[in-house]
């Protein structure tokens, strides 16, 4: 993609879970001010054809600007992303004989699932709920768009075999689930231990320890009592693992087991915290300095801890022995990572106006957010 197109966009995302409560795919939200020019439909599947791994989650790509839409209609291929139509489109006089002439020839399109939509056979619908509609209007296989409530997305999963739903209903999830919510993710604490086991990186068990907002807050509580005492305040997660030890790190998450939570349906909102903090430390870009890449990730990683947790933020964060980068940016929005935050939510919710305004207020280059949003998605790969 060449540089102007980048600099023309502006990306959002959305992940799509599956029934396991995985990423099955990701919806790439792609926006541009209506009169702008130099958008390329070819430069934008070439460049997402070179960064996308072919064992990275289904991606599908949902475009608002027309002329882009229609330009990906016609030089989309049949090994490329899949493309959502938009609720107008079976209706529109011009786009739909485009669509369907593009889906003749094997152009992986979607459609909203209205009685109206073209057909397409062999891919999901991409149906919204309006309101308190039962779910059960939903037809097996399709992707349900951002479902207010808990029970709408398990009902749509379990009962009605979707293929996926768009976007978690995390409030609703933490609600159901608050006590589950304050415990460490039984998965996750198995996935160190074998790690452990299998003589794993330094880099590689942080990753996976870190995956979970709850277990990497609780072992760095209990490493700085069990080892900041000798060793002095340990601030990251990679530094206790190697003071206290591995079999002490161990033995410990071992213990953690037998009040670790099971909740699958807590899984999207833990992993959507991790990918957000991934988010924030590509956007920081801290390069080769990788005890300030860990702080960054830290501070993203635990900006809604206290939705997991049901305690006030600063409760949470005074007990460890945090920067104060990251107590000024997290409690009083004054630090150096306050604007990757503020990027972060707004490209996650799909906020073109607003991250438009944000980075043209930070000093962002459109590029360079684009750059660090698609090296965060495309590091997803299974």
């Known amino acids: 993609m060449t540089d102007s197109v980048l600099a023309t966009l502006t990306l959002g995302y959305r992940l799509l879970w599956s029934r396991r409560r995985e990423i099955a795919g990701i919806e790439l939200r792609v926006d541009a001010p209506a009169a702008a020019t130099g958008v390329d439909a070819r430069h934008l599947l070439a460049t997402l054809a070179e960064l996308w791994p072919a064992r990275a989650p289904q991606l599908l790509l949902s475009v608002q600007h027309p002329i882009l839409l229609l330009d990906l209609l016609v030089h989309g291929r049949s090994d490329g992303p899949w493309i959502a139509m938009p609720p107008e489109a079976a209706a ?87 006590a589950a919510a304050r415990q460490p993710d039984r998965t996750a604490i198995s996935r160190v231990v074998r ?121 949470l964060l005074e007990r460890l022995p945090l920067s104060q980068r990251i107590l000024q940016s997290l409690l009083e929005g004054t630090g150096p990572y306050v604007p990757a935050l503020q990027l972060a939510h707004a490209i996650e919710a799909g906020d073109a106006r607003g991250t438009r305004t944000l980075s043209e207020s930070y000093g962002y280059a459109p590029e360079d957010l684009n750059r660090a949003l698609l090296r965060t998605l495309a590091g997803l790969a299974r």
């Open 92 to 178: 529109d006089a011009v786009l739909r004989p485009r669509a369907l002439q593009a889906q003749a020839r094997g152009l992986p399109l979607v459609w909203p699932g209205r009685p109206d939509a073209a057909p397409a056979p062999g891919r999901p619908g991409l149906y919204r709920l309006d309101g308190h509609d039962p779910v059960d209007l939903l037809p097996p296989g399709q992707i349900l768009l951002a479902p207010d409530l808990h029970a709408q997305a398990v009902a749509a999963l379990d009962q009605r075999e979707a293929w996926g739903v768009a976007g978690w209903p995390v409030a609703s999830t933490l609600q159901a689930l608050a």
């Open 195 to 315: 790690a452990i086991d299998t003589d794993a990186s330094w880099d590689r068990l942080e990753d996976l320890l870190c995956a979970d907002p709850v277990l990497s807050y609780r072992f760095l509580l209990q490493v700085n009592v069990a080892a900041g005492r000798q060793r002095g305040e340990i601030d990251t997660v990679q530094r206790g693992l190697q003071l206290w030890g591995l079999k002490h790190v161990q033995d410990w998450l071992l213990e953690q087991l037998a009040q670790a939570s099971g909740e699958a349906d807590l899984q999207p909102v833990r992993s959507s915290m991790a990918v957000r903090a991934r988010l924030v430390e590509h956007l920081l870009d801290p390069g080769d300095e990788e005890d300030l890449r860990r702080e960054v990730y830290l501070c993203g990683l635990y900006a809604q801890l206290d939705r997991l947790l049901g305690e006030p933020l600063a409760t």
